[in-house]
């Protein structure tokens, strides 16, 4: 767990650490694709990533999940990245969104796998976020595919997801995809939320706090946390 003073040092800590497995991955294949997680956390990380020295016409852009909205709404995830991390250098990086024009996740799936195949698989590195209520990626607390999604099984990479605590209908990668990354990073902010990460690092069921199945797998996250 690396811990920080405040959002400015972890965001540019957290970008060195993404830009240096991209890097690194770029030197090895020729390529390399990063899944990013929305919110309003994220922001200032953006940025930073966004600066960084790096050969970003061979590097995928994707998000680990996405709100089943459009990209004019400021729900959407998609409209965050492209505000924040598309720009500057970043801006000839290859963006794969995970909503479309389709009325519903699941009209519109079949589209968006098509879409993510001309990025680099297994991920480069995935940085994921966590919710009040224990909830990473759209893995939420009561979701109609939980069990689906968290299967260290699941044949599917992309997975539609419904929730009380989601909002809108969510579309996210699966379990299986994240761990398959050569990085994971868990990126936290708010004096609010370590009550919860203890929590979740504590015992209990995985389907009451799903963040649990990225920190109980073989290789877990690194976290990163500032008050």
Known sequence: MHVFADGAALAAALADFVASKLAARVARDGGASLAVSGGRTP??????????????????????????????????????????????????????????????PEDGLFAINEALEDLYWPLACAVLGMGEDGHTASFFPGGDRLAEVLDPEATLGLMPMR????????????????????????????????????AALADGPVEEMPVRAVLRAPRPPDIFWCP
């Open 43 to 104: 922001t200032r990380f953006f940025e930073a990533l966004s600066a960084r020295d790096l050969p970003w016409s061979k590097i995928g852009i994707t998000l680990v999940d996405e709100r089943w909205v459009r990209e004019t709404s400021d729900r959407s995830n998609a409209r965050l990245v492209r505000e924040h991390l598309l720009k500057g250098p970043a801006a000839a990086a290859r963006f794969v969104a995970l909503a479309n024009d389709a009325p519903t």
């Open 163 to 198: 929730a009380p605590g989601a909002g809108e209908p969510r579309i996210t990668l699966t379990l299986p995809v994240l761990l398959a990354a050569d990085a994971l990073a868990l990126h936290i902010e708010g004096e609010g939320k370590r009550p919860v990460l203890q």
